[in-house]
């Protein structure tokens, strides 16, 4: 794996895994600066800039961004400055609803700092925004324009910044998706699905036995039990006659029906990935 996705992750964890001010703050000290998938901003930033890194980073396997955060240039680093007041995730939500899609899945976590234990970091606020991946959902328009951002477009990280998805980030999308979906995420083989799908269908009968004629009637214990009422039913009249009709609980559609709508699927898919249909 790329060295720099080992670090993306190894602070996303931080912060996903443990959002605890602790946990952020190790965060903060432990952090190298900017990468593929970790943005700083030093406040809230303009909603179609902060849309269109929402979505670069939804395209490209998740991230973070950080506000509270400033960048020194000239120093080539980065303070934690903090923020003057928190913003509501759902005014978040609600700014950039129009552009970025419902689909996109995010968090805004707050970590805010009150304890002269925490040293320079107290009086501080910072917000997190975790952007989530989802590669089953790929790719991500752009739902509508604004500030630094079009309409209906892929929009992919490369290095820190946003840009337009290429026709093979594109390619890469789909086919992340692809392997995705026919990913099979338990422990057990589509043999071993298809054996407990048999099983399941044979618990249900697919007929029940009714009685569709009676004959000598006889009571008691004797007429409970129904072999024997059948035979001296015979002796002493015509037995009773029964018929197998349909179950109305066993499913309208049969174990092999089902497996032959399945290879149907399976082909009209291949066909699709082929571009035969």
């Known amino acids: 794996m790329n060295e720099k996705y080992q670090i993306k992750d190894r602070f996303f964890d931080l912060i996903t895994q443990n959002p605890s001010r602790d946990g952020f703050l190790s965060f903060l000290k432990g952090s190298c600066g900017e990468l593929n998938n970790i943005d700083f901003k030093k406040t809230w930033i303009e909603k179609g800039k902060l849309a269109k890194i929402i979505l670069s980073m939804a395209n490209s396997g998740g991230g973070l961004i950080i506000i509270g955060v400033e960048e020194d240039k000239k120093e080539d680093r980065f303070i934690p400055s903090g923020i003057e007041k928190l913003k509501d995730a759902s005014v978040v939500e609600n700014e ?34 975790v952007v989530n991946d989802t590669p089953e959902r790929l790719p991500f328009f752009s739902q509508n324009e604004s500030t630094d951002i079009e309409k209906d477009v892929v929009y992919v ?121």
């Open 96 to 129: 950039i609803a129009k552009i970025v899609p419902r689909n996109v899945d995010y968090d805004v976590l707050d970590f805010v700092y009150d304890s002269e234990i925490y040293g320079e970091y107290n009086n501080k606020k910072f917000q997190v925004i």
């Open 157 to 277: 990280r490369r290095g820190t910044s946003c840009v337009k998805a290429s026709d093979r980030d594109f390619e890469r999308l789909i086919q992340r998706r692809i392997e995705n979906i026919f990913k099979d995420s338990s422990d057990i083989s589509l043999k071993e699905h298809f054996e407990q799908l048999q099983f399941l269908y044979d618990q249900i009968p697919k007929t029940k036995r009714i009685l569709v004629r009676r004959g000598t009637q006889l009571s008691g214990a004797v007429a409970s039990l129904s072999l024997l009422s059948e035979r001296m039913a015979g002796m002493f009249g015509e037995p009773d006659v029964y018929e197998d009709v349909p179950n109305e609980n066993y499913p309208s559609e049969n174990y092999e029906e089902f497996l032959v709508r399945m290879i149907n699927l399976k082909k009209l898919k291949i066909e699709r990935l082929l571009d035969l249909k």
